[in-house]
């Protein structure tokens, strides 16, 4: 078995995203133990977090111990101050923007899997959803999140424009292909191309990518047709690639597949420092009281061995725990029901006591 030696950085973040990240990072210890791994450890600050401490959202400080480790495992950013007031010039999210512009995280990638032992926490009938398992790749750094904006007409009228290069569709259709050559090699194409002519050349793009992979079945879908089938039926879908806006809106769709912003794991990746966050933000609403689902960020840690690390069997161990922990029956409070007994609803340290136990 190969030693590795890695250095994380752990960027809690605010709300929730403290406590999430400390199961998290126990949960990365706890694997380095067993596999003989050496991993160390630091930490930074970003969002409101940061604001208060140095006045900006993601400090120079923080960028460079980004860029100096092997793969961050972040939190989440928000604070109800910003929430309610539009007009802040300094905001926690600017943080994780910038984070993804300066360390070129153009691909977001969320598996959306459910556990058998969830099927009935999620609002669409389980014989529909049994067996669906769905990789997302969604652009992160294009479209009209980063195109021109203005207002014209004193301010009357409003612009944001849609913008992508050539390059840019390639590099995430790239990832999306290789994914796919790995699952069961069918690749679903996300756009509008029958109205948006960013979407013409993000088409046009694929298909030419898709000539280097005559193993993938691609399939191109308007986005409005995918929301559709998303929740008809859901077990169609393998890889999808899309972009940025558009990926944004399914993603968070398809989450209600797994039944639960609690469970859902993420990975930003591009040519340098991955990063590896919950899809979830930062719960002001239960932040503090120990009720925070820390499955998401312990899913988190095993994409980020997965992915960055290229430690498979370590990954899976994670998985195979969070699995065996719901097959005896424990819960978080937002994925309980009915049936759920109350001793087997736990809080976030006492559901991280017991992965660690099981792995
Ligand atoms: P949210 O994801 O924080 O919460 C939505 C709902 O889901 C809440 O009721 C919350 O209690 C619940 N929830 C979320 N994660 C949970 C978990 N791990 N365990 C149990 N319940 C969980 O979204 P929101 O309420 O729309 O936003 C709150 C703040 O988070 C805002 O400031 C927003 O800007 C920020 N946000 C940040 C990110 C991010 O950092 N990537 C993503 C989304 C929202």
Redesign the pocket.
Known sequence: MKMVKKHILIVP?DG?GQE?TAVGKKVLEKIAAKFGHEFTYDEALIGHEAIEATGDPLPAETLAKMKASDAVLFG????PK??NDPSAKVRP?QG?LRMRKELGLYANLRPIKLFDELLGASSIKPEILKGADILFFRELTGDIYFGEKGRKNNGDTAYDVAEYSRYEVERIGRKAFDAAMTRKKHLVSVDKANVLESSRLWREVIQKLALEYPEVTVEYQFVDATAMLLIKDPKRFDVVVTANLFGDILTDEASQIAGS??MLASASIGDGTGVY??I???????TGKG???PL?SILSAALLLDISFGLKKESETIINAVDALLKKGFR?R?IADASTPANMILGTEAIGEEILKLI
């Open positions: 973040g929730i999430v989440a950013v928000g604070h910003y929430d999210e994780l912003m609690g966050e919950p979830h933000g930062s719960a002001h609403d239960i009720l925070a689902n998401a978080t937002d």
